[in-house]
């Protein structure tokens, strides 16, 4: 008498096609786990889950019109059984409290072996509550010994005016502060998020969740 096993269903969001087609291939290998679906974006993979229903769904943190935590955010609005895994090329500490505070269930940087994502994908497909993060003990420690990175208010300003596209002597006259006390504020920023320039900054600082989004400039 055959035996039926039950297979775990994956929608993986990724922008890189040639990425989402190797984790497909290994998720596929293992036999209890299915790819069925695919999106390169946030909206098409709002749009997949809601076609598909999938138990598990692996998004990469920054995507074309948004990012993974928007897809977590979606699909919590909409179930709390499924489990979602967060893929990412930058995971710092902000980062991994970011998805954990948004409802994900893991958090992988796609530098760590493959099978720590399919651990990951297996963990989040049974308990899709609970969040697992091979950094996350560290992250722990770091926060509560005040270590982590944190943006003080006036930085936080400072970083909503970039996102304008305001420069540094804009930023001063808006604050009232001198164009050099602008300046340092925007180094230690950088220094923070871990930028050499004002686009990565603000593209940091929008995965960790510190921007919901970055406006265009210009009237």
Same mark, same amino acid.
């Given at each position: ?63 074309? &019109? ?5 897809? %977590? !955010? /979606?699909? +919590?609005?909409? $179930? ?7 893929? #990412? ?21 796609? &530098? ?5 994502? %399919? !651990? /990951?994908? +297996?963990?989040? $497909? ?7 993060? #091979? ?85």
């Amino acid at each position: 008498m055959t035996t039926l096993t039950a297979t775990t269903s994956v929608l993986l969001a990724d922008d890189h096609e040639l990425l989402r087609a190797g984790l497909a291939g290994v998720l596929d290998q293992q036999g209890d786990l299915q790819v069925t679906g695919e999106a390169g974006s946030v909206a098409d993979a709002v749009a997949a889950y809601d076609e598909l229903r999938p138990d598990v769904v692996v998004a990469d943190l920054q995507l074309r &019109d948004g990012t993974g935590l928007d897809i %977590v !955010r /979606a699909i +919590r609005s909409r $179930s709390r059984t499924t489990g979602i895994i967060i893929l #990412t090329m930058h995971s710092g500490d902000d980062q991994i409290f970011a998805a954990m505070e948004a409802g994900a269930s893991g958090f992988v940087g796609k &530098d760590a072996p493959a099978m720590e994502v %399919v !651990r /990951a994908v +297996r963990h989040a $497909s049974v308990s899709p509550r609970s969040f697992v993060c #091979t950094g996350l003990a560290g992250a722990m420690m770091r926060r509560a010994s005040g270590e982590s990175t944190r943006l003080s208010e006036r930085e936080h300003q400072v970083l909503v005016l970039l996102a304008d596209g305001l420069g540094a002597q804009q930023i001063g006259s808006r604050l009232y502060l001198s164009e050099s006390t602008a300046k340092s504020h925007i180094a230690r920023i950088y220094q923070k998020l871990g930028a050499t320039n004002r686009a990565q900054a603000l593209v940091t600082a929008m995965r960790i969740g510190l921007l919901s989004s970055v406006q265009p400039t210009g009237v």
